[in-house]
């Protein structure tokens, strides 16, 4: 099929028992009428023409229309070879990391699907064989993230689902080097609806992914300047992780004092986005308008009260302290 030979691994095993497909054109289109439905980023960031190919995921009647705006906008899609059910992370807000119940899918039970959109016909087909056939770093090639970040995610992922219910926060946080880092590779933003990349950079500090971040975010002031703006303004923040309390976005703070010991952040509870705004933590935030980032990096205080929390400091560079 003409496929560039660099873009594959050197390996793409195929199990001894292969895989249960059922393929028709209602598996690979979809059944039923399109509804109208709006495109995410990384979509239309493939009909820009910055991306090869992108994938995304939802229940089939929202894939399904997905499918048919890619169609109407000269791109190629198809649907994903199984189908699976959604699992919500604890503290995120609904956000979903991780599913079960994982079957070759059956056209029309409004499962959760996959949907690849690709600007090439042979693209789209490489990907399908890619999530039939688990090959998880070549199909990271093909959405165009980094090899380091495809690598990391492999190594990482089993660790992520056993311990972190499938996200990858902890792990980067752990292999990057000192904050601040680059708004633009602020994957945190995903648990509000706002990012410039869609994989998880292998650090924050992934000169690859801000690379990549600052691609998008260079067509977006061109194409969609306002979403452009709305995004500087909120990924350039501190974000406070907790892995059961909830993800806090600190929206408009300022990081007052950064001497390597401690980070004390000055902000607006009123402004902040939280996914979880009735846990202990929320409630402690709304309390006051201080935080001090812990010197182990692992725990967050305000005022009197500490939480097990990471404060990953992300900023624009008028906002980075010295």
Same mark, same amino acid.
Request: proline share 5%; charged share 20%; with cysteine.
């Given at each position: 099929?003409?496929?560039?030979?660099?873009?594959?691994?050197?390996?793409?095993?195929?199990?001894?028992?292969?895989?249960?497909?059922?393929?028709?054109?209602?598996?690979?289109?979809?059944?039923?009428?399109?509804?109208?439905?709006?495109?995410?980023?990384?979509?239309?960031?493939?009909?820009?023409?910055?991306?090869?190919?992108?994938?995304?995921?939802?229940?089939?009647?929202?894939?399904?229309?997905l499918?048919?705006?890619?169609e109407?906008h000269?791109?190629?899609a198809?649907?994903?070879?199984?189908?699976?059910?959604?699992?919500?992370?604890?503290?995120?807000?609904?956000?979903?990391?991780?599913?079960?119940?994982?079957?070759?899918?059956?056209?029309?039970?409004?499962?959760?699907?996959?949907?690849?959109?690709?600007?090439?016909?042979? =693209?789209?087909?490489?990907?399908? $064989?890619? +999530?039939?056939?688990?090959?998880?770093?070549? @199909?990271? #090639?093909? /959405?165009?993230?980094p090899?380091?970040?495809?690598?990391?995610?492999?190594?990482?992922?089993?660790?992520?689902?056993?311990?972190?219910?499938?996200?990858?926060?902890?792990?980067?946080?752990?292999?990057s080097?000192?904050?601040?880092?680059?708004?633009?590779?602020?994957?945190?933003?995903r648990?509000?609806?706002l990012?410039?990349?869609?994989?998880?950079?292998?650090?924050?500090?992934?000169?690859?992914?801000?690379?990549?971040?600052?691609?998008?975010?260079l067509?977006?002031?061109?194409?969609?300047?306002?979403?452009?703006?709305?995004?500087?303004?909120?990924?350039?923040?501190?974000?406070?992780?907790?892995?059961?309390?909830?993800?806090?976005?600190?929206?408009?703070?300022?990081v007052?004092?950064?001497?390597?010991?401690?980070?004390? =952040?000055?902000?607006?509870?009123? $402004?902040? +986005?939280?996914t979880?705004?009735?846990?202990? @933590?929320? #409630?402690? /935030?709304?309390?006051?308008?201080?935080?001090?980032?812990?010197?182990?990096?692992?725990?967050?205080?305000?005022?009197?009260?500490?939480?097990?929390?990471?404060?990953?400091?992300?900023?624009?560079?008028?906002?980075?302290?010295?």
């Open positions: 099929m003409g496929f560039v030979g660099s873009v594959a691994p050197a390996h793409l095993p195929v199990g001894p028992r292969g895989v249960d497909l059922l393929v028709n054109a209602a598996q690979l289109f979809g059944v039923g009428e399109p509804q109208s439905v709006a495109p995410p980023l990384e979509a239309r960031l493939v009909a820009y023409g910055l991306k090869r190919a992108a994938l995304t995921q939802g229940p089939e009647s929202i894939v399904t229309s499918l048919n705006w890619a109407r000269n791109l190629v198809v649907l994903s070879p199984f189908e699976w059910w959604p699992f919500a992370d604890t503290g995120k807000g609904g956000y979903c990391n991780l599913g079960g119940g994982r079957q070759r899918a059956r056209a029309g039970t409004g499962a959760w699907r996959s949907l690849i959109v690709a600007a090439d016909e042979e =693209v789209a087909i490489l990907a399908w $064989l890619a +999530l039939a056939y688990g090959w998880d770093e070549l @199909l990271g #090639r093909l /959405l165009d993230y090899l380091c970040c495809a690598e990391a995610f492999d190594r990482r992922w089993d660790d992520a689902v056993s311990a972190h219910q499938g996200d990858l926060s902890i792990p980067t946080l752990e292999a080097g000192p904050p601040p880092y680059d708004w633009r590779i602020n994957i945190l933003g648990y509000f609806g990012a410039l990349i869609e994989h998880f950079p292998c650090r924050y500090d992934c000169v690859a992914s801000v690379a990549l971040a600052n691609r998008h975010s067509a977006l002031r061109h194409y969609e300047p306002e979403l452009f703006q709305q995004l500087e303004e909120t990924l350039g923040s501190p974000v406070v992780y907790s892995e059961r309390e909830g993800v806090v976005l600190l929206r408009e703070a300022k007052t004092t950064a001497d390597g010991e401690t980070v004390r =952040v000055q902000y607006d509870p009123t $402004l902040s +986005l939280l979880d705004d009735t846990s202990d @933590l929320s #409630r402690a /935030l709304r309390r006051t308008n201080e935080l001090v980032g812990a010197a182990d990096g692992k725990h967050v205080e305000f005022g009197l009260q500490k939480f097990e929390a990471h404060l990953i400091w992300f900023a624009r560079d008028e906002q980075c302290v010295t």
